[in-house]
């Protein structure tokens, strides 16, 4: 067993240094700490409240379903992620463990595994699809790409951002599970009621 942790951990920062090093170039060099930031970026957060707010009020009601199951995902995601699986873990970011990483922004003081990031878009990502799949495509290249630019960066092992994707669908699907129950017990009160109304007539 530790043979083969050593082996997948050995394998996982290969394939760091070949993204971190061997894929560099200066486009993603200007592009990637943009994407893998974009919530540093305030006018980002004002643009991104606004249309949230827009989709719960204004929009269709899948377009409605998709932005609350995405808050509900996304904080369930972001919580389990950030106080219990990295702790739970506790693997340092390859930027402070690794000779020569190529990091392009600064590298954080918390752990490494899973990616939070990652966690976030993809658990993002699978509740849209489900509620919006027109879009299904666009949703799921833009969480790669953040998942992407987090090793790019130098922040994260590709594991870390695999984890985080596996987490972040996992949390997505709970809270379309429990979506998808919560309406049919509506359904099943309906009916019983509409059905009692019935029988008093």
Not at 20 to 48: E, G, K
Not at 87 to 102: I, N
Not at 178 to 186: A, M, P
Request: aromatic content about 16%.
């Amino acid at each position: 067993m530790n043979e083969f942790l050593n082996t997948l951990l050995s394998f996982d920062t290969q394939a760091f240094y070949f993204i971190n090093h061997s894929l560099q170039n200066w486009f993603f060099d200007f592009l990637m700490p943009i994407i893998t930031d974009l919530n540093h970026y305030r006018v980002i957060i004002v643009a991104a409240f606004v249309i949230l707010a827009l989709m719960i009020i204004r929009g269709k009601s899948n377009v409605r379903l998709g932005a609350i199951l995405l808050v509900l995902a996304v904080a369930f995601s972001d919580q389990l992620n950030s106080f219990v699986l990295k702790f739970l873990f506790s693997r340092p970011r390859p930027c402070h463990v690794l000779q020569d990483v190529h990091l392009l922004v600064g590298c954080g003081g918390g752990f490494s595994f899973p990616s939070s990031h990652a966690a976030n878009n993809f658990a993002g990502a699978l509740v849209l699809a489900y509620c919006i799949p027109r879009y299904r495509w666009w949703f799921w290249s833009f969480a790669t790409l953040v998942a992407f630019s987090r090793i790019y960066v130098g922040v994260h092992y590709p594991l870390d951002v695999i984890g985080g994707a596996i987490v972040g669908m996992a949390c997505g699907s709970i809270v379309i599970v429990l979506y998808l129950l919560f309406e049919r017990l509506i359904t099943v009160y309906k009916v019983r009621k509409y059905q009692t109304h019935i029988n008093t007539q």
